[in-house]
Every structure is written in C-alpha cells, then in structure tokens.
C-alpha cells in the first residue's frame, strides 16, 4: 500500500476534528457526472434530448422548457433518478466511516443530497448551491425552502410523455406562482433561513477547532475553485495546527506557502478511498 495512504489514515485519528469541502469531482467518482452525455443521462433524458439537443444534465437545468409541465418533468426526473431513486454509493458510506467518529463539517456545492443519504448529519453540512430535495418560489417571493419530495414522488407516477399533469404542479403558497428546484438555475435562486443557519454552524465549528489540529479533506474540487478551495487554502496558511488533503483527478493544486502541511492525492477516488480506509482500520 502506498505511504501516503498510511500517512493520511494517521491524520485521520490523529485530527481534532475535520472540515470536508467537496464539488462534482466527488459526485463523479460515485457514478454522477451531471456534466457528461453519459449512460444515465442518456437512458432517463432521451426525449428531452431528442426535442432540445441537451448534451448534459447540467445543460438541460439552465434550458427553458415549452411550458412548466414539461419543466417539472425535467426536474423530477433529476431528482428522482440522481437523488431519491438511489441508494447511498459505496464511496460515500467509506467516507462517512473514516470521519463519523470525529467532529466533522462539510461544505459542498453538490445538489444531490449524497452526503446525508450516507449519514452525515444535516446540522453539519452546508450546501452552497442548494438541493435538488427542495424547491422555492421561482419568482423568489419570499425566503421559505420547501421539500418537494412528496411532489416529485407523486409526479413519478403521473408522468404522460415529458409533461406532469398541470393537478400535479406545486404553487408557491404565498403568491401562486411555478415553484423551482431548488438549485441556482437561474438568479432568483434564495438563500433561505437554512443556509443561514448552515453557514452559522460553520462558523461555530470553525471557532471551536481554532489552534487545533483541525484536518481538511477536499474531494474533487478544482484548482480554481473560490467558492471552497480558495478559502481552504487561506485557513490552511493562517492555522498552525491545520493540516490540508487535497484529492482530484488530474489536477492538484497546492501553494508552496503551505506545501509543508499538504498531501496531493492524484486518481480516482473510488479507487483511492477503500485503500484508505483499510490502512484506517490497520
Ligand atoms: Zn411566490
């Protein structure tokens, strides 16, 4: 087994508590690419790429549809099949296993729920671009977010053709008007009362792991990422005690400012994560 992979199991154990950041490279090491004109999106979207050309799931999100029937077609299907419809993936329960015994937060820009399917708490996560669980007013007429699980389950099964019969439709219950997935598709995406408190959550896990070794783990995030990436970097160089993992496929990026208390791990994750985790368990 490589060193490495022993190094950052001992960090593991060895860290006060530990701040996980993750983007769509971790989703795609589980199966997921919404960016790609994979098998998925192909057996679940052929129609809709037959009538609009989409090339990915992504692409087809940011698209206007003909009407709003065909619109919750299009985003129940997605969070049926990337989300409810699924189970959580092995990669994430491995996941789950090497930090569910520390204090842990996560900060993520994926949709798709992953996280908490495989049991982290939701107190402890923040999800910077919303869920595909929930839905708001499209107009943002107010903060509210709501679950549109019982919605989308139910528009699973009175689906004719790409259309959700318009009885199926959820209004937004202050002004009447089309309710979205909850996902930044457009600019009235809100940042509700829960991404307040999530953001609140982390600022209190960040104020109690000061000056302690506070390890973070970043899956699949671009070397350019701001969003994340950008201000891990910066708690990276500002904490003595805070040591820093990076994980991507192809593209590690790490400044020489903290290269003496970073590990770059190049591959696949689902490749890399049970080899950690059974030097976790040596
Ligand atoms: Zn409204």
Not at 49 to 55: D, L, P, S
Not at 62 to 83: L, T
Not at 182 to 207: C, D, L, R, W
């Amino acid at each position: 087994m490589e060193e490495k992979y022993k190094q950052i199991a001992e960090k593991i154990k060895d860290a006060d508590g530990i701040l996980i950041g993750a983007s769509n490279g971790l989703s795609i090491a589980e199966g997921y690419n919404i960016f790609a004109n994979d098998e998925r999106f192909q057996s679940y979207f052929s129609d809709f790429q037959k009538k609009y050309g989409f090339r990915s799931l992504i692409q087809g999100s940011f698209s206007r549809f003909e009407s709003e029937n065909e619109m919750w077609s299009y985003y129940s299907r997605m969070a049926y099949y990337y989300m409810y419809h699924t189970q959580s993936s092995t990669l994430m329960q491995i996941l789950y296993t090497l930090v569910k015994d520390k204090p842990y937060f996560v900060v993520t820009s994926n949709t798709d729920d992953h996280f908490a399917m495989a049991g982290f708490e939701r107190q402890h996560i923040w999800e910077l671009e919303g869920n595909m669980k929930d839905m708001q007013c499209a107009n943002g007429c107010h903060k509210q977010i709501y679950s549109n699980r019982e919605v989308v389950l139910t528009m699973r099964e009175h689906e004719h053709g790409m259309e959700i019969p318009s009885e199926y439709l959820p209004k937004c219950p202050k002004c009447g008007g089309v309710m979205k997935i909850h996902v930044p598709v457009n600019q009235n995406f809100i940042k509700g009362s829960e991404t307040q408190m999530s953001y609140q959550n982390y600022q209190k896990f960040m104020a109690r792991f000061q000056g302690k070794k506070l390890l973070i783990l970043e899956f699949g995030i671009g070397a350019r990422n701001q969003m994340i990436k950008a201000p891990f970097m910066k708690i990276a160089a500002k904490e003595p005690n805070v040591f820093y993992i990076t994980f991507n496929k192809g593209e590690i990026y790490i400044p020489t400012q903290i290269a003496d208390k970073a590990i770059g791990v190049d591959g696949d994750l689902s490749q890399i994560l049970p080899q950690i985790e059974r030097a976790y368990r040596e």
